[in-house]
């Protein structure tokens, strides 16, 4: 079993599509958006400046990090729980943008992929910059409308400040320097505002079975 690297902005379905494929496939899955927001709830806990990029680089490489299905500490602290808080997201744009803890994250991603022979990995840049070579690449995405809108059934809030939230969020994520969030040349780009998630696991699926 070879990588499979799903891509996509905030709140396109990224989660949910991939545990499902994961599960479908009888492989491991990493949320890699996950590692960015461990390591901003931990510079957040100990007031490090977000935009100290060599603390916060220190930080993402001395720290003990795991991102299980479900479960995910940092020094050994379940943060599972606080990085979905809106502090956390509000902050992660800017920690996910510093080169020196993208290096560390690409670095132990891989090591991830590498121990495991494979796997479904989430993201942003994983079928960019992360695994170019992945077997099969996937971009999913819908309207920022449809987005927030999702977001608002699973935990609240008012549709049109989430939705204004979302596109800042995927205007930092797309405008920085060091592997911003972009389509791949070779990946398949999904839609998932139409479709449900067992359709677009299926089309995933039956992608993966033509390419052998
Ligand atoms: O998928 P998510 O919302 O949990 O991701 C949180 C943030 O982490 C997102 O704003 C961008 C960043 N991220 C990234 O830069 N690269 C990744 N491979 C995954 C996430």
């Given at each position: 079993m070879a990588i499979v690297a799903i891509d996509g902005p905030a709140g396109a379905g990224k989660s949910t599509i991939?545990?499902?494929?994961?599960?479908r496939l009888g492989?491991?899955?990493l949320d890699t958006g996950a590692m960015y927001r461990a390591v901003t709830a931990e510079a957040l806990r100990t007031g490090r400046h977000l935009d100290d990029s060599s603390a916060i680089g220190s930080l993402a490489r001395e720290c003990d990090l795991h991102v299980g299905l479900d479960l995910v500490t940092i020094d050994g602290?379940?943060?599972?729980?606080e990085i979905r808080t809106p502090?956390?997201?509000a902050a992660v744009s800017i920690v996910a943008a510093h080169s020196s803890v993208r290096t560390e994250m690409r670095r132990r991603q891989r090591e991830w992929g590498d121990a495991r022979g494979g796997g479904v990995i989430e993201g942003r840049d994983i079928g960019t910059v992360v695994f170019p070579d992945a077997a099969l690449k996937v971009f999913l995405t819908t309207s920022p409308r449809v987005?927030?809108?999702r977001r608002v059934a699973q935990s609240g809030g008012d549709v049109d400040q989430v939705e204004m939230a979302i596109v800042e969020r995927d205007r930092l994520d797309s405008t920085r320097p060091d592997s911003p969030l972009a389509e791949s040349s070779d990946a398949v780009v999904v839609d998932t505002g139409h479709s449900s998630i067992d359709e677009v696991?299926?089309?995933i699926v039956a992608l993966l079975g033509e390419r052998g």
């Open positions: 991939a545990r499902a494929l994961a599960k492989v491991q899955y602290r379940d943060v599972t729980a502090e956390v997201t987005r927030a809108e696991v299926d089309q």
